[in-house]
């Protein structure tokens, strides 16, 4: 993933690379897949989240698109990790942001720490 929404994948283990339209125009700035690429996100500029269910072999067939996400922040997020399940997860932003999900993606909460730390 890269600026002005660029995605980029491999099958080959990084010897060749080919794009795909995210549909955004952020910066995209982290990715995570799980079940063996068959499901993936994206987290970037601005609070995009974006979701694909098999991303490379909709690629393949000249399908699929990625689906926006409801954000938890308006906030740039630079990583995401989601749990094996493909249901649990987690994104980092700006100013120690950190969001949750339980649901795949399809609900972001802000998770709050309790450490009297307000970030601005």
């Given amino acids: 993933v890269g600026e002005y929404g ?5 099958k ?3 010897r060749t690379w080919m794009s795909q339209k995210s549909g955004v125009a952020s910066h995209l700035n982290g990715v995570d897949c799980q079940d063996n690429g068959r499901f993936a996100w994206v987290v970037g500029d601005g609070g995009v989240i974006l979701t694909m269910q098999s991303p490379i072999a909709l690629a393949d067939a000249g399908l ?3 689906l926006t996400q409801q954000s938890c922040a308006d906030r740039d997020l630079h990583a995401i990790r989601m749990w094996p399940d ?6 980092a ?3 120690g942001l950190v969001c949750y999900t339980l649901s795949g993606g399809n609900l972001w909460n802000e998770q709050h720490f309790g450490l009297g730390f307000n970030p601005q």
């Fill in 86 to 91: 493909s249901r649990e997860g987690q994104v």
């Fill in 6 to 10: 660029a995605v980029w994948f491999t």
């Fill in 12 to 14: 080959d283990a990084g």
């Fill in 93 to 95: 932003g700006a100013s």
């Fill in 64 to 66: 699929g698109e990625w």
